[in-house]
């Protein structure tokens, strides 16, 4: 997981990079030929671009930095923690869920994964399996039972 963490890192910086060298100065230049700059939405378009992918950038190059500094033989194999996959059920109701932590503030709850920062991922940080969780939501407390786990050491090893 942690690998392909990294990978998707490099993968979306590589992107960027050809967009902020290539495509972005491109579209300037275009953006220039067709005359007045203070009236010029295409010029202003792609400055604003390049100033959000130039951030995008360097938000990157430091996350790829911190899972750089990660060593899985320094994580708990039998608590949740960093690259852990949760299974979870939830007490008052049927509902089962799963969840991959990941670091800092990432989310895509589309591909099941939440950040140790989230309200989840911080109530879930060092649980074990069998362990009640209360999440507190800002729609009310959600109590889940740890049915499932598998840490980042489980997964290298």
Not at 37 to 65: D, M, P
Not at 127 to 134: A, L, P, R, S, Y
Request: glycine share 6%.
């Amino acid at each position: 997981m942690l690998e392909v963490m990294k990978q998707k890192i490099a993968d979306e910086i590589d992107r960027l990079m050809h967009e902020l060298t290539v495509t972005l100065p491109q579209a300037i230049q275009k953006a220039v030929e067709l005359g007045d700059l203070s009236e010029n939405a295409e010029y202003k378009s792609a400055l604003e671009r390049q100033q959000f992918v130039q951030a995008r950038l360097n938000h990157l190059t430091q996350r790829a930095g911190e899972l750089s500094r990660i060593d899985p033989s320094a994580i708990a194999s039998d608590r949740v923690g960093f690259g852990s996959k949760v299974k979870l059920k939830r007490v008052d109701a049927k509902e089962t869920v799963e969840y991959n932590i990941v670091f800092g503030d990432y989310i895509d709850l589309d591909s099941n994964q939440i950040s140790m920062a989230s309200p989840i991922g911080s109530a879930l940080l060092g649980k074990q399996i069998g362990d009640e969780v209360v999440v507190k939501l800002p729609r009310g407390d959600r109590t889940y039972t740890i049915t499932e786990l598998v840490t980042l050491p489980q997964m290298v090893s």
